[in-house]
C-alpha cells in the first residue's frame, strides 16, 4: 500500500504509560520501527515529544482512551501533527493485542493515510467544554436537592409543589425555612406567600396541614444546604463561561435567535463544536457527528436502522434534541410530534 505519511507514530496510551511505535525510512529504502514505551508524567511526556522529534516524525496517531489521550495530546499537539482516532475504528486482529501490536497497528494505519482524525477544538473551547459540562452536572444536582427536598415534604403530608409551580421559588423556601425554624401554623406559614402565589392563600393553608416533625427538618436544612453551595458553585462557573464566550457573544446571539434555543444551550454548542463550521463538510456531517442522524445497520436485507450514536451522548445531543422542538408557542401551526431540525443548522460565522 502506498505510503502517505513518511514519517508517522502510533501511540498506545494508557493511564500510566504510552508506547510509542514510529515507521520511518531505512538506509535499505524499506520501512524501521522504533520502539519506546513512556511512563504519562509531565516530565516523561516531554520526552516523549523530543524523542518523536529526533526521528522527524510529523504525525502521531493515538486513540481516543478515555481522558489518558489529553496530556498526549496537549505535551505533542504545539510539535506535531496529532491524530485522534475512534478506538472503534482501528481494531487490531484479535488475538495479537499487546501494547507494541496496538502501538505498531496505529503507525502502519497513519502511514498509509487510512486513518480519519476525531475532532479536536481549539484549546479556549476545550476549557469551554469542562466548565458547561460540569455546570451541567451541578445544575443536575441541583435538581436533584431540590426534588429531595419536595420528596420530604411529601412524606410529612406537606403538598406545597401541588399549589406551588416549584417547591423552591421564593415563596417556598420561605415556607421551608419557616418549618426548619419549627412554625407549624398553616395560617402564618401561608402568610409567606409573595406576589402571585398570594391567590392561592386557601389553597396553600390546606396543603401545609401535615406531619411535618424534627426528621424532616434536618433532611430539608441538610438539602437546603446542598442546594445553596451547589448554586453559588454554578454561579461561579457561569461567571467564567461568561468571560471565556465573550469573544464569541455575537454567535450565541446568533444562535439564540433559533426557536427552542437558549442562552445555555447556545453557550454549550459553542463549547461543543466551536465556530469554524468549516471543520464540518457539511451540516449533514455536523448532524451525524452529533449523533442526530439515522445510522445504518442493515443485515440479510433486513434494516435496523437507528438513531446514531454521537461521540457526545450526554452533552451536545442532549441540548439539541431539547432545541430542536421548540413548543407550539414558540412555532405557530408546529405539533411536539413534528421536530424542527433548527438546531443542527447552525448559522456560519461572518
Known sequence: MDIVVERCAGLDVHKRSVTACARVPDQAGGRSEELHTFPTFHADLERLRDWLLSLGVT?????????????VWQSLEDSID?????????????????????????ARLGECGLVRSSFVPEPVFRRLRDLTRYRRRLVESHTREAQRID????????????VASKTLTV?????????????RDPEVLAQLAKTRM???????????VGRFGEHHALLCQVALGRADDLGEAIGRLDSEIERLIEPFAHHR??????????????????????????????SAHLASWAGLCPGNNESACTDRGRLGRGPHPRHLP?????????????????????????????????
Open 59 to 71: 504525525t502521531a496517531v493515538m486513540e481516543s482512551t478515555g481522558v489518558f489521550w489529553k496530556p
Open 82 to 106: 496529532c491524530v485522534l482516532v475512534n478506538a472503534r475504528h482501528v481494531h487490531n486482529v484479535p488475538g495479537r493485542k499487546t501494547d507494541v501490536a496496538d502501538a505498531a497497528w496505529l
Open 151 to 162: 420528596k420530604v415534604l411529601e412524606d410529612a403530608g406537606i403538598k406545597l409543589s401541588s
Open 171 to 183: 415563596s417556598g423556601r420561605a415556607m421551608v425555612e419557616s418549618l426548619i425554624a419549627g412554625e
Open 198 to 208: 398570594r391567590a392561592k392563600l386557601p389553597e396553600l393553608r390546606r396543603a401545609l
Open 253 to 282: 446571539e446568533r444562535l439564540c435567535t433559533i426557536p427552542g434555543v437558549g442562552q445555555r444551550t447556545a453557550e454549550v454548542i459553542i463549547a461543543e463544536i466551536g465556530v469554524d463550521m468549516g471543520r464540518f463538510p457539511t
Open 318 to 350: 442532549g441540548c439539541s434534541v431539547l432545541a430542536h422542538r421548540p413548543s407550539p408557542r414558540c412555532q405557530p401551526g408546529r405539533s411536539r410530534s413534528r421536530p424542527h431540525h433548527s438546531a443542527c443548522r447552525l448559522p456560519h460565522p461572518p
